[in-house]
């Protein structure tokens, strides 16, 4: 039997053991210390906002079966490693739309930031700026397009826009996110009607928040970020401002159901700079809009906020690059939280993704550090995949590949 030798304890070596550092007394740092993982920072952010805020975020239509869909399938994804193969320099830049970016994900649109976080846009285009990111502001942003590009003028910018049925205000909105420096039209095109959201209707949920008898408690759970809310200028959708309603109000305004493909012509006459259409859900859009000519597409379900039964955005990605994409970009979004998935989006020949609530969760954890540290966590997972793939750049994630592990 082996026995360990014996000493009498070395007062030295327990001391050099201890790590001397106090815990941080600011109760955000000390929560975000503890993070690693992106559904960590989900965490913290629930203990920040009212529920009903962090509902709106996480929540999606109906049984919410679409977004659980494509987390269940990113969970699917079987890597293929290679082993043997210098991975010293690992390199995550690529191309979108033809210029360079450090990283294959964009910041997708969102509206009401200021809702989850009163730094709201501007710190999340900060992050993308530093990054050297892609931000997309969304038509329903609590901060406009002008003072989004004042705020972070170095910010490498896209709008999305809700093409509304009176073409002057799409043009007047349209008009002010060329004036203010925004690079490409995002032309949302999965919301002929608004999703049925349970949880909001359960939390009744408004935008902009109505005080009721309820809120009285929900203020006293969190005091700070209803202070932050009350001593900023007041929630608005600020590409309207002057329009006094209510989104349950503005949305038969501003979602046009009669939306067509006639519109995205129309918008090509109107716009000079690239189009990409989000919301795309079969191979034969795809195709359609690879004819007329747009530069990218989103593959996207809206994050499962819209069309609950609809397509898993990562099972048709293959068909659909094979079909049109080396005429266009093709994101892909909904349900990326991990490195790991940004690999899978990337192998199965997506040319970046775009992230909703991964960022939103940092937001509301932290403002701009949340959301630093939730790309810093899927850099950092995203290189430990790609080195233990043996894949060095992007291009050689698309190399490899991976499959969709069968259900069962
Ligand atoms: C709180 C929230 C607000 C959103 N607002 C918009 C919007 O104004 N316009 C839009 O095109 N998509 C919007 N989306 C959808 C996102 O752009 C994106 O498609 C979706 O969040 C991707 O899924 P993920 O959140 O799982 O990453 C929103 C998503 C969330 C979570």
Redesign the pocket.
């Known amino acids: 039997m082996i026995k360990s030798k014996r000493q009498l304890p070395n007062p030295k070596y327990f001391f050099s053991l201890i790590d001397w550092k106090l815990p941080s007394l600011n109760r955000s740092k000390s929560l975000m210390a503890k993070t690693f993982t992106v559904a960590d920072i989900a965490k913290v952010a629930k203990k920040k906002v009212p529920k009903v805020v962090f509902d709106?975020?996480?929540g999606a239509a109906l049984e919410e079966d679409g977004?659980a869909r494509?987390r269940a399938t990113f969970a699917r994804a079987e890597f293929y490693p290679q082993i043997l193969r210098d991975v010293s320099n690992i390199d995550t830049t690529t191309k979108i739309l033809g210029k360079k970016v450090d990283l294959p994900i964009i910041f997708?649109?969102?509206?009401?930031t200021r809702l989850?976080h009163h730094t709201g846009e501007p710190a999340v285009a900060q992050v993308a700026a530093d990054r050297n990111m892609v931000y997309?502001l969304?038509?329903?942003?609590t901060t406009s397009p002008i003072e989004l590009a004042k705020a972070v003028p170095d910010s490498r910018r896209w709008f999305?826009l809700?093409l509304m049925k009176n073409r002057v205000d799409s043009l007047n909105i349209i008009n002010q996110a060329r004036e203010n420096g925004f690079e490409t039209l995002?032309v949302?095109a999965?919301?002929p009607v608004l999703g049925i959201r349970i949880r909001d209707a359960r939390n009744g949920m408004t935008v902009p928040p109505r005080i009721r008898l309820s809120t009285v408690l929900a203020i006293a759970m969190k005091p700070r970020w209803w202070a932050n809310l009350l001593t900023t200028p007041p929630l608005e959708f600020a590409a309207f401002r002057g329009w006094s309603q209510t989104l349950s109000e503005l949305a038969p305004l501003i979602f046009d159901s009669s939306l067509s493909y006639k519109d995205i012509q129309w918008l090509q006459t109107v716009w000079e700079g690239p189009i990409v259409v989000?919301?795309v859900q079969c191979k034969e859009d795809a195709v359609k809009l690879a004819k007329i000519g747009v530069q990218g597409i989103?593959l996207?379900?809206?994050?499962?906020?819209q069309l609950n039964r609809g397509t898993v955005p990562l099972e048709i990605l293959p068909e659909v690059v094979a079909a049109v994409g080396k005429k266009m970009d093709v994101y892909i979004?909904?349900?990326?939280?991990s490195g790991q998935d940004v690999y899978a989006a990337i192998a199965m020949g997506a040319t970046a993704v775009?992230?909703?609530?991964?960022y939103?969760y940092g937001v509301m954890a932290d403002g701009q550090r949340g959301v630093e540290k939730v790309i810093d966590i899927l850099k950092t997972e995203l290189i430990n995949s790609m080195g233990l793939t043996g894949t060095r750049t992007v291009a050689e994630i698309k190399e490899a590949g991976i499959r969709i592990r069968p259900i069962g």
């Not at 997708?108 to 009401?112: E, K, L, N, R, V």
């Not at 969304?138 to 942003?141: V, W, Y």
């Not at 775009?354 to 991964?358: D, E, K, V």
């Open positions: 709106y975020v996480e977004i494509s997708a649109p969102t509206g009401y989850m997309c969304s038509t329903m942003g999305q809700y995002v949302t999965d919301t989000k919301g989103v996207s379900n809206h994050g499962g906020r979004d909904g349900g990326v939280m775009m992230i909703g609530r991964a939103l």
